[in-house]
């Protein structure tokens, strides 16, 4: 989301790409055949997000009621108070992910909200431990295989890590820490490149670090707009927009990567700007993952402060029954 209101404390596996031997890193497995594109494979691989650490881990069991099946993802993040918070929220949050054995994705900041961090600092491998301790903690507590969402929406400027105040620094310093990560014994990290829709204050393919260092694609979408718009207006500047959908899938493409979309959904802003109960993105959202040469995806289904895509509670009954015809398993 964008500016996190919402205070988690804060993921599953292919085969990693095998990084060039001049890089002087140890080989990884190559990557497994990627199935094809279709609506079942949407349903197959959605997730969602039912808010923090075992809060919303709870929430799963009623989920799967509403949603007559299981899902098979769910997403969080990791706390971005101090380098303390986030290392032991790896700990914390793992422990209540992991029973579920669900996939998780899970977002890692690059740099807490501390007065004395900054980008360059990273690049120079001032934070690696931070990270290797990040690492230990998924292995340790069975989330070896974790999808890592570094930096996510890193081309907007609401969060610490934003790319455009040092683009170089901050490409290298992600290079840091899928390295530091992938140094822990044991590790078959995913990591996922992520940003949020649109160019935002940076060109999203200025900061991309390179096709060994990404194994996934992500884009966090949601179903606003700053201008009121009908149904199909609102879509189309989703998907046409620069640095929209097509964008995004023609940039995974070229570089023969999986897209997630590891955030979307339709709801409201506290200041109105939203389309609500819309079911038309629903189902253009689940076309498009059905075209897609997907990894995984997570609905919002969750009342954050500064956005509202809950459909499990029966506020949007439209978008509702949308996303059960899409998605949902036997009633």
């Known amino acids: 989301m964008h500016a996190t ?28 055949p990627r199935p094809a594109p279709s609506a079942a494979r949407a349903a197959q691989t959605l997730g969602t997000y039912q808010g923090p650490g075992c809060n919303g881990t709870a929430r799963l069991s009623a989920l799967g009621t509403w949603l007559g099946r299981n899902p098979a993802w769910h997403s969080d993040f990791l706390a971005q108070d101090s380098w303390l918070e986030l290392t032991k929220a790896a700990t914390r949050g793992a422990r209540c992910w992991q029973p579920t054995a669900l996939s998780t994705s899970i977002g890692v900041p690059m740099l807490p909200r501390q007065a004395d961090v900054d980008l360059a600092s990273g690049a120079r491998g001032a934070y690696d431990n931070y990270f290797v301790q990040v690492g230990r903690a998924f292995v340790s507590n069975g989330l070896a295989d974790a999808v890592v969402r570094i930096g996510w929406e890193f081309n907007h400027d609401w969060f610490p890590w934003r790319a455009d105040r040092d683009p170089a620094a901050w490409t290298e310093y992600w290079r840091r820490i899928v390295t530091a990560m992938r140094s822990v014994p044991g590790a078959q990290f995913r990591f996922d490149w992520c940003t949020a829709w649109s160019r935002g204050k940076v060109a999203p393919e200025q900061v991309y670090p390179g096709d060994a260092f990404v194994d996934i694609i992500g884009m966090d979408i949601y179903n606003t707009t700053w201008n009121p718009t009908t149904p199909e207006q609102r879509w189309k500047i989703k998907r046409d927009q620069a640095h929209g959908l097509v964008w995004h899938r023609a940039f995974a493409a070229e570089r023969n990567k999986p897209v997630s979309f590891p955030e979307w959904g339709t709801g409201m802003r506290p200041d109105g700007r939203g389309g609500g109960d819309d079911p038309y993105f629903i189902e253009q959202m689940a076309a498009w993952l059905a075209g897609s040469d997907l990894a995984y995806h997570n609905y919002w289904d969750y009342k954050a402060p500064d956005f509202n895509g809950r459909l499990s509670d029966g506020s949007k009954p439209l978008a509702a029954a949308a996303f059960l015809k899409a998605f949902g398993g036997p009633r």
């Open 5 to 32: 209101t919402l205070h988690p404390p804060a993921l599953r596996r292919r085969g990693l790409l095998a990084l060039p031997l001049a890089l002087g890193l140890p080989a990884l497995q190559a990557q497994e």
